[in-house]
């Protein structure tokens, strides 16, 4: 993946995260698989997160800490935050 189809990539992930069709932990799961291409223990090495952590954060299961969530996101230029919702 190039840079810019990679900035393309990012960029769309974020918009179908606000807008709530993907989930976060399907968001994690497409980031390591489709940008790094690394295996789950590779990522949780590289993100300092347990292996166990990434697994439930890719199943959506458990509650992960702002903290580890930020330790994945950061490796993307993103973190955790706050946006308004819709009135809906």
Not at 49 to 64: F, K, M, V, Y
């Amino acid at each position: 993946m190039d840079i810019l189809e990679r900035e393309r990539f990012l960029k769309d992930l974020l918009e179908e995260l606000s807008l709530g069709n993907i989930s976060i932990g399907e968001a994690v799961h497409s980031l390591r698989k489709e940008v790094t291409g690394l295996r789950q223990d590779q990522f949780a090495r590289m993100c300092n997160i347990s292996l166990r952590a990434l697994r439930q954060i890719e199943h959506d299961e458990g509650n992960p800490t702002i903290q580890t969530l930020n330790n994945i996101f950061k490796l993307f230029g993103m973190k955790m935050g706050v946006i308004k919702s819709s009135p809906n």
